[in-house]
């Protein structure tokens, strides 16, 4: 076995400045979860398909599971422990609540990541921009229903607010 | 109905926010994999390369001289299983079919199957050690297909198995497991009988569960053997029970807390990583965490039987059933345990038909041995019979609705099963079938439509309720049943109603196996009719406590005192010369206590206000449900669009309607999916093919029309809310649905799931020709 | 996974130097491909060189003479931008394809041909473009035809060491317009079962001056097919001659029988997307948004 050098990593996390060792392989999903026990970021396949480790990185939304954690250095990181601001939920967060949008509630953080990077780039989506939006967000509980229309309705909130 | 049936609500049918929705949408939540505790290792699972292989040795002599490898397991540690029939499971099942599935012994049966596992200081030179483990294997000539599987020549799986349910047994071994076979009236008569008669083959794909989670467990041990588990589960008291039966150790000596879980189906109601980790705990004295990469779970959990169903079904020109015969055969995977029983029994219990006959075999195949999928079973046979069903209504040139309301089954009438009926909303559904604007909706060009009906019987299972009223009146109430799917909610609503108090005032926790009484698995559609059942009771007998204490502090009897929105009130008689005086009965008529205030003094009447329920639910109540799907077809390339859906259901009272549709909906979905392109894909080597969310082709948002429900109500008489299961009965109607839209959209008459593109585009070319 | 270092060189020469110990060392775009392989056992290498932190590889110009997009720039910078979308439409779209919204925040075009998967979306549309491969090694650079590149699946024209430094699209010819079709079972997040690209050039009377076609995951690579491109010049693009094209598209297709699809399915349906995509660019031509 090779020795493995730990790599010293400081970055921003939902703003604050956060330093961590990871190793070399070690994909940014799993430094979040478990050098920073920030552990609202899930892991459903750690290859890139289901989105529930969504977040941004220098303000792309990505699979913080196809990020190797060393590249967050001098990056931005958003997670979904820094949606709610003040004690308020966001009105994505706030919809999906009102519409049921979530069953087991294992991807609803990363719809709620993924649906604020849509709203703020296209605060007027369609229901198939929604849907094909969220394409890489993958639900088995709620057959989608109800998360489209919580986003929907978030998003009519934020623009009329 | 049953008079003692409530049918006024205050709180149960109303859409208040769930009680743990903050916490799930900030990422708060803690899921399975989201524990880690001080000290801990990480196991790394060993897994057979082969489909099928006898394990000569294994040596972790290598992984072992890497510093910080710290304890190592294999099938060895597990005890002997013996013929001992597993305790707590819902379906008789032996042990030695059980323990095998958690750690192979001996030989491994499929390829993936855990062979050996290694505990580090970090999951990354856990990996690192596990690949450094030399097993030795002698490789057996494997079987994949099931059909294979029944030919004499097959390589044998189980060298002692003899068929069960066959009289007389057979007496040499084969790979058929269970033959089993229900009759009544005669079905042959029925045929002579019938007008038209259908018959046709249908098959489904085997497919998973496909929760987003995958499996995940930390175990410690303390000095005196004490176990302490957290894991992701649909039941924490099955784990303890489980886990002790596969490892040996008492079940009092283990303590399980189940996280939040992270989708199920039924694939999360056994034990796979658990006893693992715990015989690794014990090993080492750390804490061990076990967490199944996605690949894993495809590999060596979960998956759900494939099928293949002939069925006749004959009737009069009138449309009325004359005879229905089914014969479907289920792959198990490796070991016994698949769906076969509800599959035989449940395929054509929508329809009154005095003359049927169910045959039903269960084959076993070098496979991940298969495990429950929502209404374990059903779908396969009901895929069959409802395909067959409107084929025949077409033959008749009888509305398919119609067809069903003349030989749908009501109050009374007694299915092949043998359990009568009670009052059922089954015809209530079809009816709204038929005035729903999406029946009455005209088709777009190269679109069809399909509609399919569908029963499931619903269980009830033990549960236990504890509540705890605070001083300042918060009702906290204790359930064993971990939230898939909005239970808290469904728990604060039932609370909130005995009580009379806001349901914002109620907060529901999922506890752990020491700290509330037993409850069988979130699963069997049974939490809100069960375990809601418990915190019903539980919370009618704090209402009685408090009546007492009320009457206590008043000096009155105990019927002088109502419960009422909340309160306590002093019973107005108007039969005042009963009482010393007209002053102390006016005095009397105006009292009331509300429960915020017998809570503040309770300290000083009589104390801590508490109750405990605990049942075992015999008042289960079965669930129909309706799909209508329309879908176009592109000819030229064979892809499908599910362009509408709409859901029907009874539920008997849906106590949070929107967590009910949302069963319905995604219930749909997991069915459009297994219809169109989930399907398991194995190699020439039993290895399978498509082990990842990108090739096991689950439904994403862009794939789907929004799915419209409508929830009907006819209450179950023997409950006391009326309320029967929804969660699994949704996922029975979409297949047949689909693929009857499919089929009529493309001219085809293709009924071997799933509906993928090229299949279907083969089966569109072979109808032009 | 024997993974035991990363570094991310801020120049090329650094990154060529960093690469130059050979295949053991992997150059990293956007890793939607190389970190899922690596996940799953496919690839192990020692030690990973991120290119995204070299301007070369991150630059994106639009100009007169065309597009100059470096071989890590994300899917999501090229389909934002509108006048990219407009000029190459179908290149846009084919980029956009690829896996889902959070994927486009990091893959390439520059990945997905050094990916070398024979169902690349990006690839056909790419060759229809007539798309040059800026190439960088230390012993100098090159160019490749994008049709070039990729040498089978898995493989492409790198030797080790060398880099993808950016793809050159010449600026379209007057009335041109491409499109691309990709066939999965699922409305996104597939992989390809087969892909067709294609750019016209028509003259002032709807005529087909000029005509390339290229199909993907049909073949080792993705194909360039001058005979679906004959079957077009010289057509008004009339019904007979986009089958033909289908036809010429189908004849070229050397597919396989896979986990994701048969081969007859696969010839027979890249004649259906050759023609469905060459009626879309015409459109394009002849009603530009």
């Known amino acids: 076995m090779m020795q493995v050098r730990k790599i010293h990593v400081s970055t921003t996390v939902n703003g604050e400045p956060r330093e961590f060792l990871c190793e070399p392989g070690q994909v940014l999903s799993d430094a979040l979860r478990n050098n920073l026990e920030m552990t609202g970021t899930k892991e459903g396949c750690t290859t890139g398909d289901c989105g529930a480790c969504s977040v941004l990185l220098d303000d792309a939304l990505v699979c913080s599971c196809l990020v190797l954690a060393a590249e967050a250095e001098g990056r931005r990181v958003a997670t979904i422990e820094g949606v709610a601001q003040d004690g308020r939920l966001h009105p994505i967060q706030q919809q999906l609540l009102e519409h049921a949008g979530l069953q087991c509630g294992i991807c609803t953080p990363g719809v709620v990541v993924a649906a604020k990077a849509l709203l703020e780039e296209n605060p007027d989506p369609s229901e198939e921009e929604v849907r094909f939006w969220l394409a890489g967000n993958l639900c088995r509980c709620t057959g989608y229903d109800k998360i489209i229309l919580a986003v929907l309705a978030a998003a009519s909130e934020i623009r009329g607010a | 109905m049953n008079d003692s049936v409530k049918t006024d609500f205050k709180y149960v049918g109303t859409r208040p926010v769930r009680p743990d929705g903050p916490d799930k949408v900030t990422g ?46 294999t099938g060895e540690d597990l005890p002997e299983p013996g013929d001992k029939l597993m305790q707590g499971a819902e379906i008789e099942m032996k042990l030695s079919d059980m323990a095998p599935v958690v750690m192979a012994r001996g030989r491994a049966m499929f390829h993936g199957h855990p062979v050996a596992a290694v505990a580090a200081t970090s999951a990354s030179l856990a990996a690192e050690a596990a690949a450094l483990v030399r097993v030795e294997y002698e490789v057996l000539p494997h079987v994949i297909d099931m059909h294979a599987a029944l030919e004499d ?50 098959s489904v794909p085997m497919c998973h569960q496909g929760y987003i989670e995958p499996h995940a467990a930390i175990a410690s041990a303390d000095e005196t053997g004490r176990v302490e588990i957290w894991c992701c589960t649909q039941g924490p008291f099955m784990v303890r029970n489980f ?47 076990v967490v199944l990469s996605r690949e894993e779970v495809f590999r060596a959990t979960g998956p759900v039987s494939c099928s293949e169903t002939r069925v006749r079904i004959g009737a009069k020109k009138d449309g009325t059933l004359t005879a229905i015969d089914i014969d479907i055969v289920m792959d198990s995977g490796c070991y016994s345990s698949s769906s076969i029983m509800p599959a035989t029994m449940f395929g054509a219990a929508c329809y009154r038909c005095e003359n049927q006959r169910s045959r039903g075999r269960e084959v076993l195949t070098n496979k991940p041995r298969v495990w429950a999928y929502r209404a374990p079973g059903a779908p396969q046979s009901i895929m069959a019979v409802e395909c067959a069903v409107n084929e025949l209504a077409e033959e008749l040139g009888i509305d398919p609705v119609d067809f069903r309301l003349h030989n749908a089954v009501e109050e009374g009438d007694i299915p092949v099963f043998g359990l009568p009926f009670q009052a059922i909303g089954y015809k209530k559904a079809l009816q709204a079938a038929k005035e729903h604007p999406h029946y009455q909706a005209p088709l777009g060009p190269g679109q069809g439509r399909g509609l399919a009906s569908a029963f499931w019987i619903n269980s009830g299972q033990q549960s236990s309720a504890t509540i705890n009223i605070a001083l300042d009146g918060a009702i906290n109430v204790l359930t064993g049943n971990p939230d898939i799917g909005g239970s808290r909610a469904s728990m604060a609503l039932l609370a909130a109603e005995v009580f009379g108090v806001p349901v914002e005032t109620v907060h529901p926790t999922v506890a752990d196996t020491d700290s509330v009484g037993y409850c069988d698995g979130t699963g069997g559609s049974r939490t809100t009719l069960a375990t809601g059942g418990a915190v019903i009771q539980a919370a009618e007998k704090l209402v009685l406590e408090l009546r007492h204490r ?23 008689t108007g039969d005042l010369e009963n009482l010393m005086d007209a002053g102390a009965a006016v005095q009397l008529e105006n009292r009331e206590m509300s429960l915020v205030e017998l809570a503040e003094t309770s300290g000083a009447t009589g104390g801590p206000l508490s109750a405990v329920a605990s049942l075992h639910a015999h008042n289960s109540a079965p669930a129909f449900a309706i799909n209508i799907c329309d879908a176009a077809v592109d000819r030229e390339t064979g892809k499908v669009d599910i362009t509408r859906f709409t859901c029907i259901q009874d539920a008997g009272k849906a106590v949070h309607p929107a967590y009910v549709e949302g069963q319905m909906q995604g219930g749909a979905v997991q069915g459009i999916g297994w219809a169109l392109n989930e399907e398991y894909l194995y190699d020439e080597n039993g290895v399978l093919e498509n082990p990842g969310f990108l090739d096991y082709r689950m439904p994403v948002a862009s794939d789907l029309p929004m799915i419209d429900t409508v929830i009907i109500e006819e209450p179950n008489p023997l409950h006391p809310y009326g309320i029967r299961g929804v969660g699994e009965v949704p996922i029975c109607p979409p297949m047949p649905a689909v693929a009857t839209a499919v089929n009529r959209a493309a001219g085809t008459a293709l009924y071997d799931l799933p509906l993928s593109p090229p299949k279907l585009l083969a089966a569109i070319d072979r109808a032009v020709e | 996974m024997s993974l035991v270092q990363y570094s991310a ?88 394809l690829i896996g889902s919204s959070q994927v486009q925040g990091r893959c390439s075009a520059g990945g997905n041909l050094c990916n070398a998967s024979p169902a690349a979306d990006c690839v056909p549309a ?61 409305t996104e997040m597939d992989i390809a079962i087969v892909g067709a690209g294609v750019a016209l050039t028509l003259d ?47 004849g070229a297709a050397v597919p396989i029988t896979d986990k994701r699809g048969t081969a007859d399915y696969r010839r027979k349906v890249v004649g259906v997307l050759v023609r469905r995509a060459a009626a879309i660019a015409r459109s394009r031509i002849e009603q530009p948004t």
């Open chain 2, 28 to 73: 708060r939540a803690k899921y399975g994999a989201d524990l880690n505790l001080p000290g801990m290792l990480h196991a790394h699972y060993v897994r057979s390369p082969y489909a099928h292989a006898v394990i000569k040795s294994i040596d972790f002599s290598e992984a072992l001289k890497l510093p910080g490898v710290i304890a190592t397991m």
């Open chain 2, 243 to 289: 886990t002790s039966q596969l490892t040996g150790i008492e079940p009092g000596k283990i303590k399980v807390t189940a996280s939040e879980i992270g989708g199920g189906f039924g694939g999360k109601t056994t034990v796979y990583i658990e006893p693992v980790a715990a015989v690794l705990a014990l090993k080492s004295g750390r804490p061990v965490k």
């Open chain 3, 204 to 250: 002032e009377s709807g005529v087909c001056t000029d005509a390339r076609v290229a199909i993907g995951a049909v073949a080792p690579t993705a194909l360039l097919v001058p005979g679906a491109a004959a079957a077009l010049i010289g057509t008004t693009l009339d019904e007979d001659s986009l089958r033909n094209a289908g036809y010429a598209a189908s």
């Open chain 2, 153 to 202: 020549d097959a390589p044998l799986l189980h060298a002692d198995l003899i068929t069960t349910g066959l009289d007389p047994a057979p007496t040499v071994p084969s790979n058929l497991s269970v033959d089993l076979a229900l009759e009544m009236g005669d079905v042959d008569l029925g045929f002579a009988d019938a007008d038209v008669v259908v018959e046709r083959t249908y």
């Open chain 3, 9 to 96: 060189p801020s120049t090329l020469a650094e990154a060529l130097q960093a690469l130059a110990g050979g295949a053991a060392n992997r150059p990293l775009a956007g890793g939607t491909d190389l970190l899922v392989q690596v996940k799953l056992g496919l690839r192990d290498p020692q030690h990973i060189v991120d290119l995204k932190r070299i301007p070369e590889l991150t630059a994106l110009t639009l100009d007169d003479n065309g597009l100059r997009l470096g071989a890590a720039v994300p899917g999501a910078i090229v389909t934002t931008n509108r006048e990219i979308a407009r000029i190459y439409p179908g290149f846009t779209e084919a980029l956009g």
């Open chain 2, 550 to 572: 009320a009457a206590a502090i008043w000096g009155v009897d105990l019927d002088e005192v109502e419960w009422v929105d909340g309160k306590a009130v002093a019973r107005t």
């Open chain 3, 126 to 186: 790419l060759i229809v473009n007539r798309a040059t491969c800026h190439i960088a090694g230390l012993g100098g650079e090159r160019t490749v035809a994008a049709e070039d590149f990729t040498t089978g699946p898995g493989t492409h024209c790198l030797e080790d060491g060398e880099i993808l430094v950016s793809l050159e699209l010449p600026r379209p010819a007057p009335r041109t317009a491409d499109a691309y079709l990709r066939m999965i079972p699922r």
